[in-house]
């Protein structure tokens, strides 16, 4: 794949995490640690917490590295941000340069050989998964999610116009 593309794939997972996690930040605590009554599980501080800690995660394994950040207690949405951050931005240094040799060597992770190209298809499907269930439960809070696809940001970063009539 061409390396402008994974990098505009891995921009549009951070543009749409970070639209996400401003979102959420407006809201209460009890809004926060609310248990969805939905097949969805955990609450939206926990599965935010968990998408950024997992993306980190994916980056630490690509760079061949222990993890930064190591929570014990749920984050402060600064830090959370920060974290977002450094690892959305890290994630698209890696798709910008095809030629890092993490991207071009195989590790072994939990008893498995992984291509790296696993571990980043994994990050932006993890991302996507966790953002919509997050987006279901603003909706079971009567609150209008971003709209953070593929379109939205094509519409954000003027690779989408609408031609005139």
């Known amino acids: 794949m061409n390396a402008t593309i994974l990098a ?3 921009e ?8 996400l996690i401003a979102a959420c930040a407006r809201l209460t ?9 939905t097949a969805t599980r955990g609450s939206i501080r926990r599965t ?6 997992s993306q980190e995660d994916y980056l ?28 959305g931005e890290g994630l698209i240094a890696l798709a ?9 060597t195989k590790f072994e992770r939990d008893g498995y050989s992984v291509e790296p190209w696993v571990v980043m298809l994994q990050a932006i499907n993890h991302a996507t998964e966790h953002r919509e269930q997050i987006k279901s439960m603003l909706n079971s809070l009567d609150i209008t ?21």
């Open 96 to 104: 910008r340069n095809e030629t890092n040799p993490s991207l071009n």
């Open 29 to 37: 605590p009890e809004q926060l640690d609310r248990e969805p009554q």
């Open 12 to 19: 549009h997972n951070h543009w749409a995490n970070l639209q």
């Open 8 to 10: 505009r794939l891995f």
């Open 48 to 53: 935010l917490q968990h998408l950024i800690h």
């Open 145 to 165: 999610p971003p709209h953070i696809d593929g379109w939205a940001y094509g519409m954000v970063t003027e690779a989408l116009i609408e031609l005139s009539a």
């Open 60 to 87: 630490a394994q690509l760079e061949g590295r222990e993890l930064h950040f190591d929570w014990q207690t749920a984050p402060e949405f600064e830090e959370l941000q920060r974290a977002a951050v450094s690892t």
